[in-house]
């Protein structure tokens, strides 16, 4: 893919969030291989901050960097834009500490963008390809990034009070960034407010620009503009925080309870990563010929664990109890109360999330793949998901039993998988998995 900056240059005006000034925000084209570009025009000499994760002064309530005595306040929402409407190389002109808050949504700057057109460069645009599992934790919030070809957020917001949770699962390309992300606005709980204020921060905060959540009332000036629309905004900030990475991710990033601080630790952790693949070079990764036994009946964690790629926190399957002939399996997860995710998901209440069902029937399937299918040194990588149901709720305590079973596998290129994990005999979710093959260095098994 060719890397993209703007055509024109475009302009727009309005009162910044936290500091409350008025602000005049320009985007100009950029050449390729220049990346997002801030220039403080109101500071002597008009420094430029090339915003990166090591930048980041301040983490509450919004995304602050620093270069020297040039400050940058609440770049989350101008970054997840640029990164949502896969801009590379940009320069945007600005006149004071802060872009303007508009309506608190990123759907103003989106505007922006695609009225100064957007064009390809001659340059190919490069991504961080994570090949390994990436985890952090900060209190009751947890965000886990996984290997994948492409982004795609998993996202499950909540409240201390468990009133206002929802999730969403969604891959993020421009198309869905522009109609399902990008108009999500920021919130805030109404009891917050007063702190806030005596932070110094929201002197320029609004019902215009902020959705205010009091009990079980929205107060704003608009209503709602999803039934969802707090979890679309987590990640709206999770795009624009992860762009501080200094290059397009390709991930699944799982968040619980997500925050500008996790999301920084998360980017901080993908930065060191990043840092240290340029430093040497990609060991490449041993045949794996071996760990294609079809006369095995049964796995244990060991022979599980080389053949898969994925590590704790983020195994789904405990053990195979049993093959049935080439294409059908049954498997087992134990759902212990130490699992990470029943921190946030939720106190009060642990339930394993349904996204994590999905893992585990998508982790069975793919090893009963691995023994059923030629794969000729390939790893089965997990496409899309049909027919996804949840019946019942899984609780600590609980043993899943995932039954997989191939329906369809083409050209030993394209294969089907109908899963269901059952508890006590009782279905509690079920899903239609469906499967390629791609070379073994590029792959991963799993919900990426």
């Known amino acids: ?50 915003p990166r994760v090591d930048q980041i002064s301040d983490l509450v309530r919004a995304t602050t960097i620093q270069v020297g005595h040039a400050k940058l306040h609440t770049v989350e929402h101008i970054l997840s834009a640029l990164t949502g409407c896969g801009i590379d190389n940009v320069l945007i002109e600005i006149n004071a500490s802060e872009p303007p808050i508009m309506d608190g949504s990123a759907r103003p700057f989106v505007n922006m963008i695609l009225q100064a057109e957007p064009v390809e460069q001659d340059k190919d645009r490069e991504y961080f390809t994570l090949d390994a599992p990436v985890s952090v934790s900060r209190g009751n919030s947890t965000i886990i990034a996984l290997p994948a070809d492409e982004l795609k957020i998993s996202c499950t917001s909540a409240d201390d009070r468990g009133i206002h949770t929802q999730h969403l699962s969604i891959a993020i390309d421009p198309d869905v960034y522009m109609s399902q992300i990008a108009a999500a606005r920021t919130f805030t709980i109404y009891e917050d407010i007063e702190e806030l204020l005596k932070l110094g921060k929201i002197k320029g905060g609004t019902l215009d620009c902020a959705v205010v959540i009091k009990g079980d009332k929205i107060l704003s000036k608009e209503g709602l503009r999803f039934n969802d629309e707090f979890v ?6 999770i795009i624009g925080d992860i762009t501080l990475l200094g290059m397009p991710l390709k991930a699944h990033i799982i968040a619980t309870r997500p925050g500008h601080a996790i999301n920084a630790d998360l980017t901080k952790a993908l930065y060191e990563k990043l840092l240290e693949r340029k430093k040497k070079p990609a060991k490449k ?61 939720y106190p009060e209440e642990p339930l394993m999330p349904g996204v994590l069902q999905l893992e585990a029937m998508a982790q069975a399937s793919g090893l009963l793949l691995l023994r059923g299918v030629s794969v000729d040194g390939r790893t089965p990588f997990f496409m899309s998901a049909d027919k996804i149901k949840f019946r019942r709720p899984v609780r600590p305590g609980d043993q899943l039993t995932i039954n997989a079973k191939l329906t369809k596998v083409r050209a030993n290129k394209l294969a089907v998988a109908e899963a269901t994990c059952t508890v006590g005999g009782n279905v509690v979710s079920s899903a239609e998995l469906m499967f390629t093959l791609v070379d073994a260095e590029t792959g991963v098994m799993g919900a990426g």
């Open 1 to 50: 893919m060719k890397q993209r900056t703007l055509a024109r240059e475009v302009t727009i005006q309005g009162k910044a969030l936290h500091t409350g000034e008025e602000v005049t925000m320009t985007m100009r084209p950029a050449p390729a291989n220049h990346g997002i570009v801030f220039k403080r025009v109101d500071l002597p000499g008009s420094p430029e901050l090339r």
């Open 232 to 237: 679309r905004h987590k990640i709206l900030d």
């Open 285 to 345: 990764k041993a045949a794996r010929a071996d760990t294609l036994r079809p006369n095995e009946t049964s796995l244990d964690i060991k022979r599980i664990l080389e053949m898969m790629p994925h590590r704790y926190p983020f195994v789904m399957v405990d053990r195979v109890i049993e093959f049935i002939g080439d294409n059908e399996l049954v498997a087992i997860k134990n759902v212990s109360i130490n699992e990470p995710y029943f921190q946030g998901h």
